[in-house]
């Protein structure tokens, strides 16, 4: 199983210390499969005006140009990258201010894949309340956005 764990970089993650809350929940998950909790590959993404898999491997530190927060978020970007039919699962980190229209590309882009492959970890205490269609949760609680999703197979 392939966990695309994209990372928003857009500007608006640049304030508030959201670019180092990502940078922790990266590593945290990061040892949650090192440890052996989760099973599989991690494909780290940075996103923002275009979206890119960075070069990093398990154990390594964040990329330094994970900190650099900048422009907008591009849905048509991340939708290119990812494709049209994903295998694995999709745990997006973000505080939720994109692009106008970007969330209404990436619910189009949902309904086309199968059930239960996107989770959202909200990032900063000022984080877009409206991502409610979506699997969301807090950072706080990430471990319990993991708990068993990872497990279960993609349907």
Avoid at 60 to 80: Q, S, T, V
Avoid at 98 to 122: N, P, V
Avoid at 138 to 151: I, K, N, Q, R, T
Wanted: hydrophobic share 40%; charged share 30%.
């Amino acid at each position: 199983m392939t966990l695309y764990l994209i990372c928003d970089i857009s500007g608006s993650m640049s304030e508030g210390g959201k670019c180092l809350i990502t940078r922790g929940i990266t590593l945290a998950i990061e040892q949650y499969f090192r440890f052996g909790y989760g099973k599989g590959e991690i494909k780290l993404i940075a996103w923002g005006k275009e979206a890119r898999i960075a070069e990093w491997v398990s154990g390594n530190e964040y990329p330094n140009e994970m900190l650099d927060c900048k422009g907008a978020a591009n849905a048509k970007a991340l939708i290119e990258l990812l494709g049209e039919q994903i295998d694995g699962k999709v745990l997006l980190l973000t505080d939720g201010f994109w692009k106008s229209g970007a969330e209404k590309e990436l619910k189009r882009w949902m309904k086309r894949q199968k059930l239960d492959i996107l989770r959202i970890i909200r990032i900063g205490a000022d984080a877009n309340t409206h991502l409610k269609e979506f699997n969301t949760f807090s950072a706080e609680d990430l471990f319990v956005a993991l708990d068993g999703w990872l497990e279960r197979g993609v349907t």
